[in-house]
């Protein structure tokens, strides 16, 4: 089992920045594909942001993200990290840190997630 939380979420201004946190615990996490989804409210799709492999070596964006977000994992202090920038009032949503076994690969249902972190982005 691996239990994720995330931190770091709030309010902040559009074009401003914020660091979210994941912070694993449980089973070794360098075994694990790291990632962030988002669920804009009303939807129920959580969409894909960013995610890290195993060993920090490889990433990969969304396309709307890359430039402005930037994912890290420190597998030493069992973290994942998202830092995010020049935020839009349209990324207003909740974010969710998800551990899953194969780079390429989707999470689903059955893999881990955390239990969201809301971040509302103003105009």
């Known amino acids: 089992q691996v239990q994720l939380v995330e931190s770091g979420g709030g309010l902040v201004q559009a074009g401003g920045s914020l660091r979210l946190s994941c912070a694993g615990s449980?089973?070794?996490?360098?075994?694990?594909?790291m990632g962030w989804f988002r669920q804009v409210p009303g939807k129920e799709e959580r969409a894909f942001v960013a995610a890290i492999i195993f060993s920090g070596g490889s990433t990969y964006y969304a396309h709307s993200v890359k430039g402005r977000f930037t994912i890290s994992r420190d597998n030493t202090k069992n973290t994942c990290d998202l830092q995010m920038n020049s935020l839009k009032r349209e990324e207003t949503a909740v974010y969710y840190c998800a551990a899953w076994g194969g780079w390429g690969d989707l999470p689903d249902e059955t893999d881990y997630w955390g239990q969201g972190t809301q971040v509302t982005v103003s105009s």
């Open positions: 449980g089973r070794t996490f360098s075994s694990y594909v």
